[in-house]
């Protein structure tokens, strides 16, 4: 297969470049180009600015493709501007998120019939709402063929390692460090976390899938962890024990409204999603990288191209620990 990919310098689109050519498909990426490490030997790059939406469209639009993944639209206009641009494309996969449904989440192991009361965010999700219905509206229609891929907390070499509270790196030093960290309520909600391999095989075999046309997918990891277990596996990783502190959210809210917002809008929340709808059409398909060796990996590549910070400045986690341990009187150790 002939595949565009818009984006292909993310984490998830970068595996996915990966999984396509060892396959032995052709890959073709649309990007502006920033990125100081080049896409692997025989990707071919379209330099631009999807934002820029007649360059986009026009040049785009004078080729032909098999499938384009379209990794970087977030809102119904960048999906309209996408529609546009692909006249000649034979399937569109789009990349939404499991943020569509919320919060609030309704239940454990959430299908795609969940309420998408990410609508209602004002933001993020809402944006992937109004795309998403676009999108499948003209495939009803008679339009492009598409699916609507919801991934949840997908992660790898390329990005931050995200913990619970905030989306900073130096909860990696404190561990490091032999400091505790925070958790917000014991780190007892759930998650699912799926390193980006296992997301791109899922990607590929949809690519070109007659079955997932005008269906959503979601591709997240069947089974959950706590954010304490998660905590546990980076810890492992840098071969220390777990020190953590319990904080209720509501006070990390109260100390720092910014930085703890995430607590109130997602990472706070236990949000699982069924990977039914996938496996349906996907059967073979499951996690095969270990969650340990995906973590040290990432804290590895952090690490080399120095992208974690230096616990040593944060006093407000500090303090907040201290006030916690005068409380409570003791470190729980994992």
Not at 93 to 98: A, G, N, R
Not at 197 to 203: G, I, K, L, N, S
Not at 307 to 318: A, F, K, P, Y
Request: glycine letters at 8%.
């Amino acid at each position: 297969m002939n595949v565009l990919i818009i984006g292909g310098t993310g984490t998830i689109s970068r595996a996915i470049v990966r999984e396509l050519l060892a396959q032995n498909h052709s890959v073709t990426v649309y990007n502006r180009g920033q990125r100081s490490d080049a896409p692997p030997a025989g990707v071919e790059v379209i330099i631009g600015d999807r934002t820029n939406r007649a360059a986009y469209e026009t040049t785009l639009s004078k080729r032909t493709f098999d499938v384009a993944i379209d990794m970087i639209s977030f809102t119904a206009a960048d999906a309209a501007s996408t529609i546009k641009a692909l006249p000649n494309v034979g399937h569109l996969i789009q990349t939404s998120t499991v943020m569509t449904y919320g919060p609030p989440f309704t239940s454990l192991f959430q299908g795609i019939d969940a309420p998408l009361n990410g609508r209602h965010d004002g933001g993020y999700g809402a944006g992937k709402v109004a795309a998403d219905e676009l999108l499948l509206d003209h495939a009803q229609r008679g339009g492009v063929p598409v699916t609507i891929v919801k991934p949840s907390f997908t992660f790898g070499p390329g990005q931050p390692l995200f913990r619970q509270v905030d989306w900073g790196t130096n909860w990696i030093d404190r561990l490091r460090k032999g400091k505790p960290i925070i958790e917000a309520n014991e780190g007892d909600n759930f998650f699912q976390f799926l390193p980006a391999a296992d997301a791109a095989t899922a990607y590929v075999a949809l690519c070109g899938l007659r079955a997932a046309h005008q269906k959503i997918i979601h591709i997240v990891n069947p089974m959950p962890l706590t954010w304490h277990e998660w905590h546990g596996l980076a810890a492992k990783a840098v071969g220390v024990p777990l020190q953590t502190v319990s904080v209720p959210w509501d006070i990390l809210a109260a100390a720092d409204a910014k930085r703890y917002s995430a607590l109130t809008t997602c990472l706070g929340h236990t949000q699982v999603f069924s990977p039914q709808s996938l496996i349906d059409l996907v059967p073979s398909w499951r996690p095969r990288v270990p969650l340990d060796a995906a973590v040290a990996e990432t804290i590895d590549w952090l690490t080399q191209n120095d992208r974690i910070e230096n616990s040593d400045t944060d006093m407000l986690e500090d303090r907040i620990i201290a006030a916690m341990q005068q409380i409570r009187g003791s470190i729980h150790h994992a």
